[in-house]
């Protein structure tokens, strides 16, 4: 008796991006063609308080679902930023203050560095906030509506920013 043994295997791959002066991959550990990556900036814009700062932004919009989608905000400084070197006590405090909504509200290493992460539950849904600075001058802002374990988990994880030289 013969026995076959068949293996699906996902067709996952890493994403390399440039937007601007950044180079940026990551891995969502779902299908490549599940998703569509649109990058934009640099945007040079105005602070309230007249600084002038650079956004870049990275969409990644699923094909399949069209609630599943992840956004990711990146915002540099020409001057260093206290944000960035906030301790990540005082950033949880200050998410739970802007999500109070929030179910679990916890800190994490994202591209090795230390940042928060928030679960905020929704309609149909669960919206996840992550936040954390690579230097000082770079804020990173990622928002996912890809479910825990099927994307938002491996983007968080694989994410990483590098600035072209």
Request: proline letters at 4%; glycine letters at 4%; one cysteine or more.
């Amino acid at each position: 008796m013969a026995l076959a043994v068949f293996v699906l295997s996902c067709v996952c791959a890493s994403e390399n991006v440039t937007i601007g002066s950044y180079n940026l991959s990551f891995d969502l550990g779902i299908p490549r063609e599940s998703y569509n990556v649109n990058a934009n900036g640099p945007m040079e814009t105005v602070s309230l308080n007249g600084e002038k700062r650079n956004e870049y932004t990275l969409s990644i919009r699923g094909n399949t679902i069209s609630s599943q989608y992840a956004d990711i905000l990146m915002t540099e400084f020409p001057t260093v930023q206290s944000a960035a070197a906030a301790s990540m006590s005082n950033t949880e405090k200050a998410y739970k203050m802007m999500f109070p909504t929030a179910t679990e509200i916890s800190t994490r290493k994202i591209d090795d560095k230390n940042g928060v992460v928030a679960e905020i539950p929704l309609a149909q849904e669960k919206m996840y906030m992550a936040s954390y600075s690579p230097n000082n001058h770079l804020t990173v802002l990622i928002t996912s509506l890809y479910p825990w374990d099927e994307g938002t988990l491996q983007l968080l994880e694989t994410f990483h920013v590098e600035k072209i030289k």
